[in-house]
């Protein structure tokens, strides 16, 4: 079993800063892939950023030139820096990773998710 643990949630004002961390713990033998996603009141759930093992990123358009995504693989763990955040930057934002197991099979995991309030 592999657990994802988001913290840094909560409510800025309009211009300001958050980061977001999200650690994996468990029956890991390699993450792939890792990955923010939010989902806003009435929305679907969409892609904000994501970065594969090697580092590579790519960001939805909303965010880009704002947000920031990192990870440390010894750590098992990703970050989200999010500057210049807006009131439509408000949502539930959940971590993600592709996870192989030590019985390597490849699974998906999602964190529960933490409240990113921004007011105007």
């Known amino acids: 079993q592999v657990q994802l643990v988001e913290s840094g949630g909560g409510l800025v004002q309009a211009g300001g800063s958050l980061r977001l961390s999200c650690a994996a713990s468990g029956s890991i033998f390699r993450i792939n892939d890792m990955g923010w996603y939010r989902q806003a009141p009435g929305k679907q759930r969409e892609l904000v950023a994501a970065?594969?093992?090697?580092?590579?990123?790519d960001f939805a358009d909303s965010v880009n030139g704002r947000f920031t995504i990192s990870r440390d693989n010894a750590k098992n763990t990703v970050y989200l820096q999010m500057n210049s955040l807006k009131p439509e930057d408000t949502a539930v934002y959940y971590c993600?990773?592709?996870?192989?197991?030590?019985?390597?099979?490849?699974?998906?995991?999602w964190g529960q998710g933490t409240q990113v309030t921004v007011s105007s």
């Open positions: 970065i594969t093992r090697g580092g590579s990123s």
């Open positions: 993600n990773a592709k996870v192989v197991t030590v019985f390597q099979r490849t699974y998906e995991y």
